[in-house]
C-alpha cells in the first residue's frame, strides 16, 4: 500500500471520527436509550424486597444528621443501626443493576486500620440506590471485574486509599450483598434521583445533595411503612415528626441553611463540609434546631429556637438588619455564638469561650477571632451536569474519538511533511 493510499485512508477514518462525535453529541439522549438496558422508572421498578429482617434493627437515623467537620451540612444518607453484636445480613432491594463496587481502606489515628466496601444499584434509570460500609458478600465481588483505579486521599481524622472495580451486572432481588460493617454497628443508605433537583442556593457547593431523596419513599408501601416504624435517633432518641428527615434548609435573605468560609477553594477535590456552617433544624428533635461548624476541628450547638428577640432566634427569621444574634450553648462553660447576616451572601460568626451572657452587652461583641462565611448563587458544576442527568456517553464518548482523530491528524501531518520533504529532495538531485 502506498504511503499516499494510507494517507487517504488516514483522513477518511478522521472524518469519520469526527462525525460519530458529532452524531453523540446531537442525539445522546435516544443513544443512551440504545446502550442502557435499565427501563425508565415507575411504579413497577420500586424497590419491592425487604433488605434485612427488621426485627434486628434498633432504629433507622432520618437524613440531615450531622456530626462536624465530616459532616457539617445534613447528611444525604440514613444510618442503619442494628441491634447485634456480630455483623447483619443485607439482601438486594429488587431486580437491581449493580453500577458501582468501591472498596475504602482507612488508616489513622483515630481508626484501627480496616477495609470496608460501598455499593452502587439501580432498578431504573434514573434511581440508583448507594450502600456505605458494607462487607461485601465474595459471589458478588466475584461477578465484577478487576480494580479499575485506585486514588487516595484524606479528611479531617484518617487516610483513605479508594478503589473502583468494574462493575455491570444484574442481580436479582433478595440476593446476599453481604453484611453491615461490624466496625459501626450500622451502614448508611442514601438514594439518588437524576429527575430531582433540591433547591439549594449555593448549588456549586451542594453538588453532591442535588438529586439527594428520602430511601423510604422509593419502597414499595409495605415495606416504606416498616422502614419508617424504626425512623430514631441513636439509642432510639427523639420526637422523629418526619421519618425522612431533610437535607435543604437553605432560605434566601436569612442566615438558615448551609455556608462556607470565604475563600474555600471551589473545585471537585474540596470536601466542602470540612469549610462548611450549617444553620438547620435537628434531624431527631426535629423542633429544635442546630449550629454545625467545621471550625475549631467542628462543633456543634442545639437549641430551642425563639421566633423573637436577639437571643436563640431562628435562623429563619435573622435578616441583614444590623443586629448581633447571640446563642446560649450552656457549655464548655456557657461558651456564647454570636451570628450576624451582612447581606444575602455574606455572613459573620464568633464562638466565644465562657462564662459568658447574652444578656451583658458587653459580651455581645466580635472580637478580630470572627469568621466570615459566604454563600452565593451558582449553578451545578459541569461534572453533575454530565453525569447526574444521564449523558456521560454525550461527552466521553466525543472527547474519546476527537482526541483518536487528533493523534490519527498528527501521523498523517508528519507523514505529508515527510513525502514533501523526500519528493523536494529528488526533484534538487534530478535537477
Same mark, same amino acid.
Given at each position: 500500500?502506498?504511503?499516499?493510499?494510507?494517507?487517504?485512508?488516514?483522513?477518511?477514518?478522521?472524518?469519520?471520527?469526527?462525525?460519530?462525535?458529532?452524531?453523540?453529541?446531537?442525539?445522546?439522549?435516544?443513544?443512551?436509550?440504545?446502550?442502557?438496558?435499565?427501563?425508565?422508572?415507575?411504579?413497577?421498578?420500586?424497590?419491592?424486597?425487604?433488605?434485612?429482617?427488621?426485627?434486628?434493627?434498633?432504629?433507622?437515623?432520618?437524613?440531615?444528621?450531622?456530626?462536624?467537620?465530616?459532616?457539617?451540612?445534613?447528611?444525604?444518607?440514613?444510618?442503619?443501626?442494628?441491634?447485634?453484636?456480630?455483623?447483619?445480613?443485607?439482601?438486594?432491594?429488587?431486580?437491581?443493576?449493580?453500577?458501582?463496587?468501591?472498596?475504602?481502606?482507612?488508616?489513622?489515628?483515630?481508626?484501627?486500620?480496616?477495609?470496608?466496601?460501598?455499593?452502587?444499584?439501580?432498578?431504573?434509570?434514573?434511581?440508583?440506590?448507594?450502600?456505605?460500609?458494607?462487607?461485601?458478600?465474595?459471589?458478588?465481588?466475584?461477578?465484577?471485574?478487576?480494580?479499575?483505579?485506585?486514588?487516595?486521599?484524606?479528611?479531617?481524622?484518617?487516610?483513605?486509599?479508594?478503589?473502583?472495580?468494574?462493575?455491570?451486572?444484574?442481580?436479582?432481588?433478595?440476593?446476599?450483598?453481604?453484611?453491615?460493617?461490624?466496625?459501626?454497628?450500622?451502614?448508611?443508605?442514601?438514594?439518588?434521583?437524576?429527575?430531582?433537583?433540591?433547591?439549594?442556593?449555593?448549588?456549586?457547593?451542594?453538588?453532591?445533595?442535588?438529586?439527594?431523596?428520602?430511601?423510604?419513599?422509593?419502597?414499595?408501601?409495605?415495606?416504606?411503612?416498616?422502614?419508617?416504624?424504626?425512623?430514631?435517633?441513636?439509642?432510639?432518641?427523639?420526637?422523629?415528626?418526619?421519618?425522612?428527615?431533610?437535607?435543604?434548609?437553605?432560605?434566601?435573605?436569612?442566615?438558615?441553611?448551609?455556608?462556607?468560609?470565604?475563600?474555600?477553594?471551589?473545585?471537585?477535590?474540596?470536601?466542602?463540609?470540612?469549610?462548611?456552617?450549617?444553620?438547620?433544624?435537628?434531624?431527631?428533635?426535629?423542633? #429544635?434546631?442546630?449550629? @454545625?461548624?467545621?471550625? %475549631?476541628?467542628?462543633?456543634? *450547638?442545639?437549641?430551642? +429556637?425563639? &421566633?423573637?428577640? $436577639?437571643?436563640?432566634?431562628?435562623?429563619?427569621?435573622?435578616?441583614?438588619?444590623?443586629?448581633?444574634?447571640?446563642?446560649?450553648?450552656?457549655?464548655?462553660?456557657?461558651?456564647?455564638?454570636?451570628?450576624?447576616?451582612?447581606?444575602?451572601?455574606?455572613?459573620?460568626?464568633?464562638?466565644?469561650?465562657?462564662?459568658?451572657?447574652?444578656?451583658?452587652?458587653? #459580651?455581645?461583641?466580635? @472580637?478580630?477571632?470572627? %469568621?466570615?462565611?459566604?454563600? *452565593?448563587?451558582?449553578? +451545578?458544576? &459541569?461534572?453533575? $451536569?454530565?453525569?447526574?442527568?444521564?449523558?456521560?456517553?454525550?461527552?466521553?464518548?466525543?472527547?474519546?474519538?476527537?482526541?483518536?482523530?487528533?493523534?490519527?491528524?498528527?501521523?498523517?501531518?508528519?507523514?505529508?511533511?515527510?513525502?514533501?520533504?523526500?519528493?523536494?529532495?529528488?526533484?534538487?538531485?534530478?535537477?
Amino acid at each position: 500500500m502506498t504511503i499516499l493510499l494510507k494517507e487517504k485512508i488516514g483522513v477518511g477514518v478522521v472524518a469519520t471520527l469526527l462525525f460519530v462525535s458529532a452524531i453523540f453529541v446531537i442525539f445522546t439522549e435516544e443513544l443512551v436509550e440504545v446502550f442502557d438496558d435499565l427501563p425508565e422508572c415507575s411504579e413497577d421498578t420500586l424497590f419491592n424486597n425487604e433488605m434485612f429482617d427488621i426485627e434486628e434493627i434498633n432504629n433507622i437515623v432520618p437524613l440531615g444528621n450531622y456530626n462536624p467537620p465530616g459532616h457539617t451540612f445534613p447528611t444525604e444518607h440514613m444510618y442503619v443501626v442494628f441491634n447485634q453484636t456480630s455483623s447483619m445480613k443485607v439482601f438486594a432491594p429488587g431486580n437491581v443493576k449493580v453500577t458501582y463496587i468501591g472498596s475504602k481502606e482507612y488508616s489513622g489515628d483515630q481508626f484501627e486500620d480496616y477495609t470496608d466496601y460501598d455499593i452502587t444499584m439501580k432498578s431504573c434509570d434514573d434511581v440508583s440506590m448507594h450502600l456505605m460500609h458494607m462487607q461485601l458478600d465474595s459471589e458478588l465481588l466475584s461477578k465484577g471485574g478487576g480494580v479499575k483505579e485506585c486514588h487516595s486521599y484524606q479528611t479531617h481524622d484518617s487516610e483513605i486509599e479508594m478503589c473502583e472495580f468494574e462493575s455491570d451486572f444484574w442481580i436479582d432481588s433478595g440476593a446476599l450483598l453481604g453484611t453491615a460493617s461490624a466496625q459501626y454497628s450500622n451502614f448508611d443508605i442514601g438514594v439518588k434521583d437524576s429527575r430531582v433537583t433540591n433547591e439549594f442556593i449555593d448549588k456549586e457547593v451542594n453538588a453532591h445533595f442535588l438529586d439527594s431523596v428520602c430511601p423510604f419513599t422509593y419502597f414499595t408501601t409495605d415495606i416504606r411503612q416498616q422502614m419508617e416504624s424504626k425512623a430514631g435517633g441513636w439509642g432510639g432518641e427523639g420526637n422523629v415528626i418526619n421519618p425522612c428527615g431533610e437535607i435543604m434548609f437553605d432560605i434566601y435573605g436569612t442566615a438558615q441553611g448551609s455556608w462556607v468560609k470565604d475563600g474555600t477553594p471551589r473545585n471537585s477535590d474540596t470536601l466542602y463540609d470540612e469549610y462548611g456552617l450549617g444553620l438547620y433544624y435537628d434531624n431527631i428533635k426535629q423542633d #429544635d434546631m442546630i449550629i @454545625s461548624s467545621s471550625s %475549631e476541628g467542628g462543633y456543634s *450547638y442545639r437549641f430551642v +429556637p425563639s &421566633d423573637t428577640g $436577639l437571643i436563640n432566634r431562628s435562623f429563619s427569621s435573622i435578616v441583614a438588619d444590623g443586629n448581633v444574634y447571640c446563642y446560649e450553648t450552656g457549655y464548655n462553660p456557657n461558651d456564647i455564638i454570636l451570628i450576624q447576616l451582612i447581606d444575602d451572601e455574606h455572613l459573620k460568626i464568633e464562638r466565644k469561650n465562657g462564662p459568658l451572657s447574652c444578656s451583658e452587652s458587653g #459580651d455581645i461583641e466580635f @472580637s478580630d477571632d470572627a %469568621e466570615l462565611f459566604v454563600r *452565593y448563587e451558582t449553578s +451545578p458544576p &459541569d461534572w453533575y $451536569l454530565a453525569f447526574s442527568q444521564g449523558d456521560g456517553i454525550g461527552v466521553m464518548v466525543p472527547i474519546l474519538l476527537s482526541s483518536i482523530a487528533l493523534l490519527i491528524s498528527l501521523v498523517i501531518g508528519f507523514s505529508v511533511y515527510r513525502r514533501m520533504n523526500r519528493d523536494k529532495l529528488g526533484r534538487g538531485v534530478n535537477e
